[in-house]
């Protein structure tokens, strides 16, 4: 269950339960103070009754006891007929009840008497014996007031200072709950105020992860924070990279063109050396175009056949080790899976891999390209026999433009081609020195069966 929910709705019933508590609290002790509060006097009670019921009438009478400003708070007077109905239709306490029961059968033993006469009886409980005019004849007896239905509410200053206690409650919770919410909002519009202004390092930081959705929100945004830095950071490598690489053959190309001015009988050797360097730019220009492409294209725009692409990484590099004198080992089993991937971007992450084996491989050496595959996972090792590569530059071969040796053709971008394409379908490449000499490289690739094909 979200977060977010759970603590507005702790915090509205926590508000709700506590306001509760405290009306029930006050309101059971208005009750019990109300209850230990002395009773009307019988005596006193009988001659006001009296009086009311003798200037007023029954309805008179009713309306006196209706209301309650004639007596102490709490406090009231039942009248009961002699078929227990209480003239305000009222509920007697059964200890009230009792006594009632009493009175009527003492009454009963002095029928006779003058209506006037109070006689006192068993239990010291005095006799007050109302006649109306029509010669219905009531009982009175003092006893505490029914509580009212609305308890507390219904007592003009407690319901305002229970009011004013359940407002300031209110206020207080929900501040702590704004407080709660709005800390790490304002953290994360900061980080992204300051973000949008360009600063690349802001982040919304400890201070704005809480344990729900918005903390979620702050710790998403320091993610992709942190990510669009690092690409804008490789691509200003990038970009310094590819300057760097194109100001040595922009050179070359404008001291063979001053050279062609000034010695016009060697047009033919200096007009050699510019197809050259053109040529050095032109594949600098593809690789970095590949790149590209590697980074920016959908990677599972299709669908590649394993053993159709190593096949044909296989038949390019066959050529390349013929001419070095290179023996090229590939052994490949028939492999019935396929990889989410567009075709031509896994051949050039595999052959550029193998390119470089054959490259740092001298001549007479071997190069070999082992497949397997396992559950969902297809391994290609090409391991060659060349002259390794320092521990501490294994994590850098895969970085763009790097070259371990810079007398070494080529712009350092084949090896950053591959880890690109296989991060972009969830693979993975990673290189370490063999035992005996010499480097291999592990390509995994994700692979699923190929689908039957037509009968």
Not at 263 to 288: H, M, Y
Not at 425 to 441: F, M
Request: glycine share 8%.
């Amino acid at each position: 269950m979200p977060r977010l929910f759970l603590k507005l709705f702790g915090t509205f019933w926590l508000t709700t339960v506590l306001i509760l508590t405290v009306s029930i609290f006050a309101s059971f002790r208005l009750a019990d103070d109300a209850a230990s509060r002395q009773a009307v006097d019988p005596r006193e009670a009988d001659e006001l009754l009296r009086e009311v019921l003798e200037d007023r009438g029954i309805e008179g009478l009713r309306a006196w006891i209706a209301n309650s400003a004639n007596f102490a708070p709490g406090q009231t007077i039942y009248v009961v007929d002699e078929q227990g109905h209480e003239i305000l239709e009222r509920a007697v306490p059964d200890y009230l009840q009792r006594r009632l029961s009493r009175m009527w059968e003492f009454a009963e033993r002095h029928r006779g008497d003058e209506p006037g006469d109070r006689r006192r009886g068993r239990g010291g409980d005095f006799s007050a014996i109302l006649v109306a005019a029509d010669g219905t004849r009531w009982v009175s007896i003092p006893g505490p007031a029914p509580f009212p239905r609305f308890g507390i509410l219904s007592y003009g200053g407690m319901r305002w200072i229970l009011l004013l206690l359940a407002a300031v409650t209110s206020l207080i919770s929900f501040w702590l709950l704004s407080r709660s919410l709005s800390r790490p909002a304002r953290h994360i519009s900061h980080a992204v105020d300051r973000f949008a202004q360009g600063d690349l390092s802001a982040r919304v930081g400890e201070a704005g992860y809480s344990n729900d959705e918005i903390g979620q929100i702050g710790r998403q945004f320091d993610r992709m924070a942190s990510e669009l830095e690092a690409q804008a950071h490789s691509r200003r490598e990038l970009f310094r990279n590819i300057s760097h690489e194109m100001r040595a053959p922009l050179a070359r190309l404008q001291i063979a063109a001053e050279l062609l001015e000034r010695q016009p009988d060697k047009v033919a050797v200096q007009l050699e050396r510019i197809r050259s360097e053109v040529a050095v730019l032109d594949n600098l220009t593809a690789q970095v175009l590949s790149l590209a492409r590697a980074t920016q294209a959908e990677p599972a725009g299709g669908r590649a056949d394993i053993a159709t692409v190593i096949a044909r990484v296989a038949a390019n590099a066959e050529v390349e080790a013929s001419e070095k004198n290179i023996a090229l080992q590939c052994s490949a089993p028939a492999i019935d899976a396929c990889a989410q991937v567009d075709e031509l971007l896994l051949v050039s992450a595999i052959e550029n891999v193998v390119r470089n084996a054959l490259q740092a491989t001298p001549t007479g050496g071997r190069v070999t390209i082992d497949t397997i595959l396992a559950d969902s996972t297809c391994t290609i090792t090409v391991t060659d026999s060349g002259a390794g590569v320092p521990e501490g530059e294994l994590e850098k071969i895969f970085a763009p433009f790097y070259r371990l040796d810079t007398n070494r053709a080529g712009a350092g971008i084949g090896l950053a081609i591959t880890a690109r394409v296989l991060s972009q379908i969830g693979g993975a490449v990673q290189a370490r020195n063999a035992a005996g000499g010499g480097l291999v490289v592990t390509l995994t690739i994700p692979v699923s069966a190929l689908p039957p094909g037509p009968d």
